[in-house]
């Protein structure tokens, strides 16, 4: 091997070996039990809690969040995926429609794309001007701080994914009908963009990533290493303890005093399976 080869060797990040499905399931389940005491926390306490998902399309923002979410309750964790603004909405001040979506106390609210979709797929789509992003740019840090000031706990992550693993997600759309109501057009559109797609989230990070409000950037290349790696993340984050909680134990079932099952037919379920 020459000096030249050796040295490119060298530099090469060494692969990290696949996570078993086992290891898998079994640090997701010991983090499930984490996020049920943050959720307990956050009842108890009245704390609030907001988390932005952002990044490229088939990052797997979606399966971080039902990651999260699959074992908590959707009263306390509640999720906000808002669709394209209406007609009234264009015409309201840019943040306005999301306000009212911000955690009161007691709950943990994550949002699957949030404002920063006025720096990401509106500036590359022209679904705004320029003029509108540099004053969202410009505005947004404000904003907030104004949040955090609330006493809102805010976390912000973005998820990048690699040229080829996003090439891989989006074909798997098209072919695995189980997929393809996750292809829009949108994506279709956007998949080209890849430069502008990178400039506009530059830009974004240059004058959104702040002391009070940082950006943690997650390699999502490896969808159950990410899921893991962004729970263990926002759990570190939040200073959530473990709340007392009441011994449980069953009550005895009442006597059927009388009851008789009904002669009514009912109408069962085929047992297919």
């Excluded at 410009?138 to 706990?153: D, F, M, N, W």
């Excluded at 098209?174 to 989230?201: F, N, P, Q, V």
């Excluded at 009441?246 to 085929?270: E, I, N, S």
């Amino acid at each position: 091997m020459t000096a030249r080869k050796k040295a490119a060797a060298e530099e090469k990040p060494p692969v990290q070996a696949k996570l078993s499905g086992k290891k898998y399931a079994e640090e997701l389940a010991r983090l499930h039990v984490e996020l049920v005491k943050l959720q307990e926390w956050v009842s108890q306490t009245g704390a609030k809690v907001c988390i932005l998902f952002e990044g490229r399309d088939g990052a797997g923002k979606g399966g971080t969040i039902k990651a999260i979410t699959e074992r908590v309750s959707p009263r306390v964790f509640r999720v906000i995926a808002l669709p394209a603004p209406s007609d009234r909405e264009k015409t309201q001040m840019y943040m306005q429609r999301y306000l009212p979506y911000l955690p009161a106390a007691g709950e943990v609210v994550i949002f699957d794309r949030s404002w920063y979709n006025r720096a990401g797929v509106e500036r590359v789509m022209g679904f705004c001007t320029k003029d509108e992003v540099k004053i969202f740019l410009k505005g947004v840090p404000l904003v907030e701080r104004a949040i955090v000031g609330s006493g809102i706990i805010l976390l912000k992550y973005w998820l990048e994914v690699s040229e080829e693993e996003q090439t891989h997600r989006l074909q798997a759309r098209i072919t695995d009908e189980r997929k393809i109501w996750k292809l829009t057009r949108m994506d279709l559109d956007s998949y080209g963009r890849w430069y502008d797609y990178s400039r506009a989230r530059d830009d974004m990070f240059a004058a959104t990533d702040t002391s009070v409000s940082p950006w943690f950037v997650a390699q999502s290349d490896d969808k159950k290493k990410v899921r893991l790696n962004i729970i263990s993340h926002l759990l570190a984050h939040i200073p959530y303890k473990r709340m007392p909680r009441a011994k449980v134990k069953l009550p005895k079932r009442q006597k059927a005093g009388g009851y008789r099952d009904p002669g009514h037919p009912l109408r069962m379920v085929p047992a297919k399976f």
